[in-house]
């Protein structure tokens, strides 16, 4: 009973009649709506991402204060990406079928409550565990947006909207790197989580207010197919059975899912050790690091909000050639960043440029929309959740390892800890030209004929 009432009040909405006294009226109010869901999505998953990065800000206080130790760290951070990648790919298929603005609201809701805990936490086993029910419910946002897009945007609308869509990664990267960072440089890492936790609710407000289900729901004719939007019937759930069926038996969305899993080694292995890295290896504060981390999510803005116009207008809808020379650029960013010796500023600085322009355009493409492009449309969310699946693995495994490769590579001499990052040079570099190669594989790969 409990559970069809919980099925219920996340099912799709109902449509709705409503009569519009001019077809201008009309208009006016679906562009209002689609505004509002595509503005709430992009500000509502960067807030998303606060509540997910908090722990990268805090890292190093954490260590220093013998709380837990590196290793200890990255497995309490894989623990979010492996929780997050199975949940991404269920929620994935959940999303197609469900009342996105209630969906997406009560993921974050939950992650900004579990931040709020973690700032009362020392205990590593418990850390483990709330971390890992936060990066269950994150799953639940990309799949909302990649879902509202697809229900709210036509097919010449959606590159664009998509691309311009995922700047909310680096938007709620910047805000983190920023903001957090500051927070925990004036109060402590505890405050950083608190900090994170009340950011969360209010965009979780947010969404609840402004993020649309479908255009049916407000009375207002499918922007696509009828079928994908309206109350399933068993046809119609025959319909996304069979889709989201043809997406699991695509190796070219499987062989995008594994790129994209070598591309989030090295995303998250800046995003997550970047700061690590820069204290430990180079001397920067934990504020001057985090500022050098942060321009590469602000140049991601300008790569992600561009990749789906210049790919629509320039190489007319073609995703390939764009995702290769910013793969490119990616492993040279990291040579740059890992592999010049000594502190210099603007060097590490250009890279963080470099790093943010090529990883802003890469998640657009190989993070969804290549897979979107070629998936069944009405599984564009099944399509999505088997690239993030992997992407998250990848993720998982990368802080596991980087964890283990930082701390064993550590010595201590005359009371100081000293880090050797070479293996972990050839771990990151290595994993963003696995990257290219595996984006290469499907250069011609074409969506099935419905």
Known sequence: MIIKKIADFYRVSKPKSYKFSSSEEQKKKLNYYKWATFLSATLGYGMYYVCRLSLNVVKKPIVEEGIFSETE????????????????FTNGFLADRSNINRFMSTG??????????????????????????????????AASCVVGLSRWFNDKERGSFYGFWSASHNIGEALTF?????????????????????????????IWKFFQDTPESKGLPPVIKPKEN???????????????????LMPAIWILALSSAFMYISRYAVNSWGVFYLEAQKGYS????????????????????????????????????????????????????????GTNYWLDVAA???????????LCFLG?????????????????GVVGIASYVGAGVQDVM???????NKTVINGTEVYDFTSINYFWIGAAILSVICALMVWNAKAPKE
């Open 73 to 88: 760290l990255g497995i309490i951070g894989s623990v979010l990406f492996f929780t997050y990648a199975i949940g991404k």
């Open 352 to 362: 963080m440029i470099m790093f943010g322009l090529s990883i802003g355009v890469l």
């Open 286 to 341: 934990t504020l001057d690091a985090s500022f050098i981390i942060s321009i590469n999510s602000v140049c991601g803005i300008v790569g992600t909000v561009l990749s789906g116009f210049v790919s629509d207008k320039l190489f007319n809808g073609k995703r390939n050639m764009p995702a290769l020379l910013f793969g490119l650029l990616n492993v040279c960013a990291l040579c740059l960043f890992l592999l010049v010796p």
């Open 108 to 141: 974050l809701l939950v992650t900004a409550l579990v931040n709020l805990a973690l700032g009362f936490t020392n205990s590593f086993i418990l850390f483990a565990i709330l971390w890992g029910i936060s990066g269950w419910f994150q799953s639940m946002g």
């Open 178 to 206: 920023i903001i957090v960072a500051s927070i925990v440089s004036a109060f402590g890492w505890r405050y950083g989580f608190w900090g994170a936790g009340i950011v969360g609710i209010v965009g979780a407000l947010m």
């Open 230 to 248: 309206k109350a399933l019937s068993s046809e119609e759930t025959a319909d996304y059975n069979k889709a989201q069926k043809q997406v699991l």
């Open 368 to 384: 969804g929309l290549m897979a979107v492009d070629i998936a069944p449309r009405n599984a564009s969310g099944a399509a999505l």
């Open 402 to 408: 980087s964890g283990i490769l930082i701390e064993g």
